[in-house]
């Protein structure tokens, strides 16, 4: 690997740590900040889910951004959004003030920070035979950042108000801006080939290819899963009366172990063909949701089941922007790939959103846990069929 290229992978796998570990973190203040405001766990819920919601659709218009002006600039930017969101969330008082703060704000923010932007700047300066492995190498960042950092959340938690915890990861956040200019080497790549294939030709091409949907489909599904696990198990832990600390570290042990998967998928979609590892991810995960629900609650279980769903987490990630990458190239990878974490947003606004709207209605996650087992055989069943081949004009264009 080139000296530009693994400085747009430091500089990746950095932003990566820090705004997905924060980002990874907002479950465990569900439970303070629904007691101080006087308010069911749906209000929170919305509030994830409308951030989640925003992620997904700002996603393509970032990535069209980043596309044709650049990472480093879409990244401070993102940064700068981000920050704000996170301080002005620890003025909150009422639901409104959660909705616009850590939902609409953080959520466009994450769109110009994660993912889409960095796997885009990543893609063009990573040989084709390096990119699934690369792209596994910054989602195990993110994974990474979620180890490091809930942990760390937890303790600011237990030291500080949910308020001053949040103006922490403020600061903290803001170091994504000069962070951001490790992705130049990358956007000089992109005026270099600015005389290619059109934006508009590209989402011809894309809207006519029916594995560009599939992948849509089995994306949404991801989205579902873990927008539910992440925001709502430490609270179904606590009903069963496991403390916070088992919260924290089922969750931390989802970064841990994802950052095993997330590097070992990467390395299998080089090897084997990306659509049937997603199949066998999506398989893997109906086995451990429904394993996690037939033994005995417990601390060792909880974390076990944290371990088990981390290892396969994430893992999705580099697979999907992967089959993006291989059929259509690089030059719009972050748009194309932004279409499809939008779809897998809008799934995650459900598993936000309906997983407190169940235990609401129903007293519990009894109902949710059900269809999170149906979607993952849904999920293996869809990428089966998907074309996988590149096509014919965009595999002889520079990528």
Same mark, same amino acid.
């Given at each position: ?104 704000? @953080? ?113 949404? @599904? ?104 291989? @059929? ?42 059900? @269809? ?28």
């Amino acid at each position: 690997m080139s000296r530009k290229a693994a400085a747009v992978m430091m500089a990746g796998v950095f932003c990566l740590i820090l705004a997905m570990g924060i980002r990874q973190s907002f479950g465990i203040f569900l439970a303070p900040i629904a007691l101080d405001l006087g308010v069911g766990r749906q209000v929170f819920g919305l509030a994830i889910a409308l951030q989640n919601l925003l992620w997904g659709l700002a996603q393509p218009f970032t990535g069209a951004v980043a596309d044709h002006f650049g990472a480093v600039k879409v990244t401070i930017v993102g940064a700068a959004l981000y920050a704000a969101g996170l301080a002005l969330a620890a003025f909150a008082t009422d639901p409104l003030g959660l909705n616009i703060t850590l939902g609409v704000m @953080v959520g466009l923010a994450l769109a110009g920070t994660t993912y889409g932007t960095v796997l885009g700047a990543v893609g063009r300066v990573v040989p084709p035979e390096k990119r699934s492995m690369a792209f596994g190498l910054c989602t195990a960042a993110g994974s990474f950042g979620m180890f490091a950092v809930v942990p760390g959340a937890q303790a600011l938690l237990d030291a500080l108000s949910w308020r001053d915890a949040l103006l922490v990861l403020a600061l903290a956040v803001a170091m994504l801006a000069p962070a951001a200019f490790g992705f130049a080497a990358s956007d000089g790549l992109i005026r270099r080939t600015a005389g290619g294939q059109s934006m508009r030709a590209a989402i011809a091409e894309a809207r006519t290819h029916g594995g560009y949907w599939l992948l849509n489909a089995g994306f949404f @599904v991801c989205g579902f899963h873990v927008a539910f696990v992440a925001t709502h198990l430490p609270a179904y832990l606590a009903d069963h009366g496991l403390p916070p600390s088992v919260s924290a570290w089922s969750l931390a042990m989802i970064g841990l172990f994802n950052i095993i998967g997330s590097y070992l998928f990467g390395l299998l979609g080089g090897q084997f063909r990306q659509k049937w590892v997603l199949a066998a991810i999506y398989l893997a995960r109906a086995a451990v949701i429904g394993l996690f629900l037939l033994v005995p609650l417990s601390g060792p279980s909880a974390i076990a089941f944290g371990a088990g769903i981390g290892f396969l987490w994430l893992g999705t990630v580099p697979l999907t922007s992967g089959l993006v990458a291989r @059929v259509f190239g690089v030059r719009y990878l972050s748009m194309l790939y932004g279409v499809v974490f939008a779809s897998h947003q809008l799934g995650a606004f459900l598993g936000a959103w309906g997983g407190g709207l169940a235990f609401d209605l129903l007293g519990s996650y009894d109902s949710v846990w059900m @269809v999170s087992i149906a979607l993952a055989l849904f999920a293996a069943a869809v990428h089966l069929p998907i074309n996988d081949r590149p096509l014919v004009r965009l595999a002889a264009a520079p990528a």
